[in-house]
């Protein structure tokens, strides 16, 4: 099994930035494949950014270009630096992993319990 535990989530004004974390519970951290989704009220989970084991990343056309994820294997964490946030970037954000490679859709094993970032002025 493995645990995801996100944070750093708040609210923020438009055209502000946060930085997301997720800290995995694995001994082989550098081996899953991590992704950010987010889910805003009444509408489907996204996936918004990945990562592989090999630190190749892939961003939906939304975020590209203001978000950056990025993974510390030393210390068991994932990484979403937002900048330039939206009034539609409000969602509540989860982590997921798996050994597979899902990219951007949802069939990732498993997954955090999500941290809630508003963005309005």
């Known amino acids: 099994q493995l645990q995801l535990v996100e944070s750093g989530g708040g609210s923020v004004q438009p055209g502000g930035s946060l930085r997301l974390s997720c800290v995995a519970s694995?001994?082989?951290?550098?081996?899953?494949?991590m992704t950010w989704f987010r889910q805003a009220p009444g509408k489907e989970r996204e996936g918004i950014a990945a990562?592989?084991?090999?630190?190749?990343?892939t961003y939906v056309d939304s975020v590209k270009g203001r978000f950056t994820i990025s993974r510390d294997n030393a210390k068991n964490t994932l990484y979403l630096q937002m900048s330039s946030l939206k009034p539609e970037d409000t969602a509540v954000y989860y982590c997921?992993?798996?050994?597979?490679?899902?990219?951007?859709?949802?069939?990732?094993?498993?997954w955090g319990q999500g941290t809630q970032v508003t963005v309005s002025s």
């Open positions: 997921a992993a798996d050994r597979v490679d899902f990219v951007l859709s949802t069939g990732y094993a498993f």
């Open positions: 694995s001994r082989a951290y550098d081996s899953w494949c």
């Open positions: 990562i592989d084991s090999l630190g190749s990343s």
